[in-house]
């Protein structure tokens, strides 16, 4: 059964620190991965999404994710963090063929000032 | 283009009452989207819908749980009795095929 595993729950960060969140998933095909961030008091969003080709794919707001089909791995990272980054990180994964995707249980990021 | 529209924004009812929330997809998209999502965790597929063709329920708890897409278009997702469990955010959301998906702002029930 598909499954997605996010290791952090909460993070605390500094602006300017540089940001990677931990995604891996357990599936045993080829998969569409996603990561959707939720700020606050907003509906979640796409961030950016793997499909395929390069497996480094870049989003909006500076985000990168880089997908390691080796380690089952998704992570997203930002160089630089700014206090608008605020919000609640969720990695998900979709087997090919079909379209149910699994979301991991979300990483809330909060960014000092 | 207007977004995934849903309603209410929030509710509460006391246990055993029925409830409905409501959503509107966005135009063309064929895929309707029910999730779940309880405090501190991700959302939970409850129902995809194709069209008006429900092919995915089987996370749905159909005992007290129901969902419908007449036209393919919009839909309504009930619960009847309500339950203190039931309390939740309950997200609607809708894509083209295998495309991602677009959420709406989400349903927030507050079973008492």
């Known amino acids: 059964a598909q499954s997605v595993s996010q290791h952090n729950h909460h993070v605390i960060l500094s602006e300017a620190a540089s940001l990677e969140l931990g995604c891996n998933y357990s599936y045993g095909g080829t998969v569409n991965l996603f990561w959707y961030v939720q700020y606050p008091g907003q509906h979640l969003q796409l961030l950016l999404k793997?499909?395929?080709?390069?497996?480094l794919v870049k989003g909006i707001k500076g985000f990168e994710a880089e997908f390691i089909k080796s380690k089952f791995s998704f992570n997203l990272r930002k160089p630089s963090v700014q206090w608008s980054d605020t919000a609640e990180y969720f990695c998900?994964?979709?087997?090919?063929?079909?379209?149910?995707?699994?979301f991991g249980a979300g990483t809330r990021l909060f960014v000092k000032a | 283009e207007a977004g995934v529209v849903q309603s209410p924004r929030y509710k509460i009812i006391e246990k055993k009452q029925p409830v409905a929330f409501w959503c509107n997809p966005i135009?063309?998209?064929?895929?309707l989207y029910w999730y779940r999502q309880n405090l501190g965790q991700g959302p939970e597929l409850l129902i995809r819908y194709e069209n008006e063709e429900a092919v995915d329920d089987s996370q749905l708890p159909k005992d007290r749980f129901s969902a419908e897409r007449l036209k393919g278009v919009d839909s309504t997702l009930k619960i009847q009795p309500a339950e203190l469990g039931d309390s939740a955010v309950y997200l609607c959301a809708s894509s083209l095929a295998d495309s991602s998906y677009t959420f709406g702002s989400g349903t927030r029930l507050t079973v008492v």
């Open positions: 135009s063309g998209h064929n895929t």
């Open positions: 998900a994964v979709r087997g090919t063929g079909g379209f149910k995707t699994i």
């Open positions: 793997y499909f395929s080709g390069d497996p």
